[in-house]
């Protein structure tokens, strides 16, 4: 997959259909990740979770394949971990590295993704950890002969007439209550590409009613 159409595709990704998805949401940022993919085209699928890499046998999130029209077998061409936890950024970039890495397994491997989850509303303006990673994942494009994505889904905590969500729960006293859901509302989304060390493209997103 050349650059060009890899970002043609980032701008596809439904970031947007998570506004709707309370929680930390992991599982639903992995489906809408494979959605994402096997809308693609009809000869695309994926592996989730994929084997462990062979190296610190810990399993990424997603596989994304391609069918092979000559072979009619299914390589990999991407491999893609969705982080909540900041604390585990640098981790599964490493994880990230380690299936580049096997070139055995994953000869035509294009691209390796990580998609966090920055809370901004319990952050500096630049958080340092998103920084660390961004700068850890340019370290680790230097040498390696796939692009790199950081996507980053954005988060603030909204005040109540703020809430975008009412939701109604019982209460068999009184009858029922409303409660107001204003924690970690996405409200926006932006991705960077590096290759050999330097940003290659970008875009940024913002929520929009």
Not at 98 to 108: G, H, I, L, V
Not at 161 to 179: K, L, M, S, T, W
Request: proline share 4%.
């Amino acid at each position: 997959m050349k650059r060009l159409l890899l970002a043609k595709r980032l701008k596809q990704f439904r970031w947007d259909r998570l506004w709707r998805v309370g929680g930390e949401a992991h599982e639903g940022k992995i489906g809408e990740w494979i959605r994402w993919w096997v809308d693609g085209k009809p000869n695309y699928m994926v592996i989730n979770p994929p084997p462990k890499d062979r190296k610190t046998r810990r399993c990424a999130d997603v596989l994304f394949l391609e069918e092979s029209p000559i072979t009619k077998a299914f390589q990999a061409l991407g491999i893609a971990e969705i982080e909540n936890s900041e604390k585990k950024w640098i981790e599964k970039l490493i994880t990230l590295k380690a299936y580049e890495e096997d070139k055995a397994r994953y000869p035509d491997l294009r691209f390796a993704l990580l998609c966090v989850s920055w809370y901004e509303h319990l952050k500096e303006k630049m958080d340092p950890k998103l920084v660390e990673a961004a700068k850890k994942m340019a370290e680790l494009s230097k040498n390696s002969r796939i692009d790199w994505i950081l996507y980053i889904l954005k988060y603030a905590k909204l005040e109540r007439e703020e809430a975008p969500f009412r939701i109604r729960i019982p209460d068999y006293v009184q009858g029922y209550e409303f409660f107001y859901y204003t924690y970690r509302n996405l409200k926006g989304a932006e991705w960077l590409m590096f290759r050999k060390g330097k940003i290659l493209d970008n875009k940024a997103y913002e929520w929009r009613k």
